[in-house]
């Protein structure tokens, strides 16, 4: 049977990803929407190959070019944040939820609450909101597919297991371009140095969480909220190789591992056809040539991000809705040369000490502590800004 999907951020690398799986698949799969920022041209183009019955730009500025580019095709051009809501709510099998940052939550809740299969690559949705969404899903019988290669690992470990019978979770983490340097050495590092991952390929931002570990301690709160195993169940296991993605270990101390290349079309396929398999064009994994996989614990004194995102969770309400917001902040302030690297964690620390609001209650709440949390970040940035 024909699977009918939705991509919301298709032309971003998950949805490039994904819409590069379906074109070798086009017998299996039927476009329903697909989204963009505001790259009306790309988003276009990709209407008319796939033949969707809708695209959406969020930028309303963007709305009369795609709607020009789409004349005479049958295709329908919507633009704004109720467009995509409303593109969520359409009647798609399958929906890919990959718009970064917080922008993506609206649609992703709607596509939740209307009781979807929601393949979620969006990583600060989860984080910042949690709470609400696992709620959602539980009113709405909703299905929630990991993509992010990690907790996907993780789904598949789980598949044929209870959950009540897992005795641990083990993330694992490459460590970063910086995972053999002191702490002396990471003080003088450059933005240009910390973009430049081992393994993945990856945008600026979340190169620059793999650096500190943010980003680990980002996905152990998915974790925390995909897999109700409990937080002290959820390890984080340093991996420098990045082949096993991520580990499941049972009562019975038999460990089951997701092993693959670095390649984000493999758990995207693994998602996209679930729960049947598809073929891809990534690379097999070939052990012989790898040679050896090796293991190193996690050291939170240089890498202190894993301690602020374990703090968070464990403490949940808003906390790590301020920990994600104030992360951005202090990215960007890394990224344009305001502050130093080991000043991204202090910063996110001072915001989440000085910054202390009641647990979000609704999407409007969440959206309010986000953007006061940035608030708080930005005066911790200047006070740190006047000290150098």
Known sequence: MTRSVSIFGATGSVGLSTLDLIRQHRSKYRVVALTANGNAATIAQLAREFDAELAVVADETAYAELKDALVGTGIEAAAGADALVEAARRNADWTMASIVGCAGLPSTMAAIEAGKTVALA????LVSAGALMMAAVRRSGATLLPVDSEHNAIFQCLSGGKIDQVRKITLTASGGPFRSFSLEEMRGVTPAQAVAHPNWDMGAKISIDSATMMNKGLEL????????????KIDILVHPQSVIHSMVEYVDCSTLAQLGSPDM???????????????TSCKPLDLATIGQLTFEQPDVERFPALRLARAAIAEGGAK???????????VAAFLAGQITFLEIAALVE???????????ANLEDLFSIDADARQYARAVLEKLTRGH
Do not use: M
Request: hydrophobic share 55%; glycine share 2%; proline share 9%.
């Open 221 to 232: 709160i998915e974790a925390y909220h995909l897999f109700a195993v409990g937080l002290d």
């Open 350 to 360: 001072a915001t989440l000490t000085v910054y202390v609001p009641e647990a979000p």
């Open 265 to 279: 079309r493999i758990p995207i396929a693994s998602a996209l056809a679930w729960p049947e398999r598809i073929t």
């Open 122 to 125: 969006n990583k600060e949705a």
């Open 320 to 330: 790590p809705a301020i920990l994600n917001a104030a992360n951005e902040v202090a």
